[in-house]
């Protein structure tokens, strides 16, 4: 157990529809990090909160959103979805902003979106 | 942040060390070395990091060279339970806006066998 929490691990839904992923970083983290790994792109940074506010942004889609909340949780909703957005969804977290040289990120064990 | 350019695959016997090379001819000197694996659909797993000292650690040992282009990991006894994709990651720590991501490659495909 890495301690960075992701819900549901498995998730089925249908072309158009709308699901939210949900991220628990681990305890004493501020930084949450989003992850989408599909067959043919490998590992790709979408967004990163701290603290409540977004830091970094990557490739996310315009359809895809995400949010940090007072207890640090982590939500990415994606909506009206494609048969593409089938893939892998890490969450990753870090005690600061990112820039600490004492150790890496800690990522969750992953949720596996299927869009039939 | 640099890029990074490893081998698709290698292979090493159950036991023997495993020496995972890695090129970052484009590292600025503020910029480390990161090790990730990630075991079959698994979350990625930190496993070292430096910026121009050898480092060592419970998983692994990470050879720096001195003009800092290229690195290895070293796993010293390789078990099955390390074969995995192993990705080098070359991060910055000085602020800006790419610092608080990791941009992963494709990495290396390691296979232990028996």
């Known amino acids: 157990d890495s301690g960075v929490t992701q819900t549901p691990k498995h998730l089925i839904t249908a072309t158009g529809q709308r699901v939210t992923l949900r991220c628990s970083p681990r305890s004493g983290d501020l930084s949450v990090y989003w992850y989408q790994q599909s067959l043919d792109q490998g590992l790709q940074f979408l967004i990163q909160?701290?603290?409540?506010?977004?830091?970094a942004k990557g490739n996310i889609l315009e359809r895809f959103s995400a949010q940090q909340f007072p207890d640090l949780h982590s939500e990415l909703n994606l909506s009206s979805l494609e048969l593409g957005d089938s893939a892998l969804y890490f969450c990753?977290?870090?005690?600061?902003?990112?820039?600490?040289?004492?150790?890496?990120?800690?990522f969750g064990s992953g949720t596996r979106l299927t869009v039939v | 942040d640099a890029k990074t350019t490893q081998p698709t695959s290698m292979d090493c016997a159950e036991g023997r060390a495993a020496n995972l090379p890695c090129n970052h001819s484009t590292i600025s000197g503020n910029e480390y070395v990161y090790w990730y694996r990630q075991i079959h659909s698994q979350g990625p797993q930190y496993i070292i990091h430096?910026?121009?000292n050898n480092e060592t650690n419970e998983m692994a040992s990470l050879i720096i060279t001195e003009d800092r282009k290229s690195s290895t990991l070293i796993l010293p006894h390789a078990t099955l339970r390390d074969t995995a994709v192993y990705y080098c990651i070359v991060r910055g720590h000085a602020g800006g806006t790419s610092y608080g991501k990791l941009t992963f490659g494709q990495g290396t495909i390691l296979t232990v066998h028996p």
């Open positions: 990753a977290s870090s005690p600061g902003l990112g820039a600490e040289t004492n150790y890496g990120y800690t």
């Open positions: 909160y701290y603290n409540g506010e977004e830091r």
């Open positions: 430096g910026l121009k």
